[in-house]
């Protein structure tokens, strides 16, 4: 226990002392403030100046309409100027293009003769290819303009046209089939789960990805600079591959908070504050249990991927090889993350629903799965059992590759030398 002990401090204090740790950690936190802030930096860097946007006049009056629409508006978005004819379709085309030369417009509408039911067919021009943004709101005005004309050739009044025009409220409840009458979430609850199950997601991604690989990194690093001899003989090889296990994810457990700490002082922020409230988003909404399977996932997980990065690590004698034998660890990550992160929109899809019972992916997806879905608890219980097992399973596994393969130097071992030499030590 000693031994452990002091494995423990010694990683932690040579990780969390190194040049590496602190700039890592400082560049991590700049940027997460950068990424909390963005939608406010977005806004500074806004213009609050209306697009201008040029039309020709037309028999249908559809320009001096739509400019009415758009001056009424209570945030002017679009500045329509309606130019008149200059008699011929060149001419016009080279007037309007002048216009955007000398930056009068950003682009112009052009009402053809074609119409299509009940109203002319519409055209912009613009040298932005790309201008989704405007394209929307000119479509949004154009829709109300067709709506006025034919509320007015319908006789409707005033009212009758507000009902029309109105939008259907519908609020979403996500229905539990496993509770009883009543039990379910709001449309809020759901959006602050999934908020908190997107965020969970990333954390473990990050997780695993940075400190398994630190992990591996520093076992190859002792084996290629004999160092590993040293050790040794003073702690057992288990002792130092769960020592550094453990020590590592204390050490990224503290880099998280750190992160966490800047994440809250920066929502805390008055812009930030008001742009919360505005989404509805509230902690308090968050089921507690949620927070609960937010750890045992994040455990089970950390340990499930750390014991394998470990134990590849113990088998390569040079960093420079380090990176293709964690490849496969790294692409099984790399496939519960994007399947998680994918799966949000879908959450009750069959490859979303059988790939949370595989071990590899479950802390990912069954987490999703409780955050956005109601599993059944059988299912829940079934996961993490499955879970359990798998880490018992590999880290035995692991603790007989790590202990044979730490003095094992020279090219990386093959399956059958690997396991003769695991056969030669009892874990």
Request: charged share 15%; net charge negative; aromatic share 8%.
């Amino acid at each position: 226990m000693n031994n452990l002990s002091t494995v423990l401090a010694f990683t932690i204090r040579n990780k969390v002392r190194s040049r590496a740790f602190i700039i890592t950690t400082i560049i991590l936190a700049l940027i997460v403030s950068i990424g909390v802030n963005v939608p406010y930096l977005i806004t500074l860097f806004q213009s609050d100046k209306a697009t201008n946007i040029g039309m020709l006049a037309d028999e249908s009056n559809v320009g001096e309409q739509l400019k009415v629409y758009y001056e009424a508006a209570e945030k002017k978005e679009i500045n329509l100027i309606v130019y008149p004819n200059e008699g011929g379709a060149e001419a016009n085309e080279i007037m309007l293009k002048k216009q955007i030369s000398v930056g009068e417009i950003e682009g112009y509408l052009i009402a053809s003769d074609e119409i299509s039911f009940g109203f002319p067919v519409i055209t912009y021009h613009s040298e932005d290819t790309m201008d989704f943004s405007t394209i929307n709101k000119l479509q949004n005005g154009l829709q109300q303009v067709k709506l006025g004309m034919v509320v007015q050739d319908l006789g409707l009044s005033s009212d009758q046209l507000a009902k029309l025009s109105s939008p259907v409220q519908i609020e979403k409840v996500q229905i539990s089939t496993t509770g009883g009458v009543g039990d379910g979430k709001s449309e809020e609850q759901i959006a602050a789960a999934s908020v908190m199950v997107y965020v969970l997601i990333i954390l473990l991604f990050m997780s695993v990805m940075i400190s398994g690989q630190l992990i591996a990194t520093e076992i190859t690093a002792e084996k290629s600079s004999r160092v590993m001899e040293i050790l040794i003989t003073s702690v057992s090889p288990l002792t130092q591959m769960f020592g550094k296990i453990i020590g590592m994810f204390l050490v990224a457990l503290s880099q998280i908070v750190l992160l966490g700490a800047a994440i809250a002082i920066n929502l805390s922020l008055p812009h930030n504050k008001d742009a919360l409230i505005e989404l509805d988003i509230n902690l308090s909404d968050i089921d507690p249990m949620l927070f609960t399977y937010a750890i045992l996932f994040f455990l089970t997980g950390y340990f499930l991927y750390a014991t394998m990065f470990a134990a590849v690590g113990s088998i390569v004698s040079r960093t420079e090889d380090l990176g293709q034998a964690i490849l496969p660890i790294t692409m099984l990550t790399m496939i519960g993350y994007l399947i998680a992160i994918f799966g949000i929109q879908d959450p009750n899809s069959m490859l979303v629903q059988v790939t949370s019972f595989v071990p590899f992916f479950a802390p990912f997806i069954m987490f999703l799965r409780i955050g956005t879905t109601d599993p059944a608890m059988w299912e829940v219980i079934l996961t993490f059992a499955i879970l359990f097992l798998t880490i018992l399973g590999i880290g035995w596994l692991a603790s007989k590759i790590y202990r044979a393969g730490v003095l094992m130097y020279g090219k990386r071992p093959s399956l059958k030398e690997l396991v003769r030499a695991m056969r030669a030590y009892k874990a």
